[in-house]
């Protein structure tokens, strides 16, 4: 059974900093490509970044390049994303999710599973 837990959520300033991490289970994890997304309210969940199986491949949607970073430890099955100079619109539930595939995707219907979220909420 694969599972997916999601931390490092919570109440920051505008301008602050936060790491989220996401521990997996259940699947070998070292072939399965990552990705964060997150849903605000009365949003479409969104693409915030993926990496590939290896760590060597990464992609960020444009609204958080340069300021959150993806990355991954296979050793210890987590999958981190650090968030810089958060902003209050970056207040949503974030979720990780996994694909059975080592290639990166930015559609979230090509992943396989997914963690139960945690909130990050921004204020100003």
């Known amino acids: 059974q694969v599972q997916l837990v999601e931390s490092g959520g919570g109440l920051v300033q505008a301008g602050g900093s936060r790491t989220l991490s996401c521990v997996a289970s259940g699947l070998t994890f070292s072939s399965a490509a990552m990705g964060w997304f997150r849903q605000a309210p009365e949003k479409e969940r969104e693409l915030v970044a993926c990496i590939s199986a290896s760590g060597g491949s990464t992609y960020y949607a444009d609204s958080t390049k340069g300021r959150f970073t993806v990355s991954r430890d296979n050793a210890k099955n987590t999958v981190y994303l650090q968030m810089n100079s958060l902003k209050p619109e970056d207040t949503a539930v974030y979720y990780c999710?996994?694909?059975?595939?080592?290639?990166?995707?930015?559609?979230?219907?090509?992943?396989?599973?997914w963690g139960p979220g945690t909130q990050v909420t921004v204020s100003s």
């Open positions: 999710a996994a694909r059975r595939n080592i290639a990166v995707s930015t559609a979230p219907q090509q992943y396989d599973y």
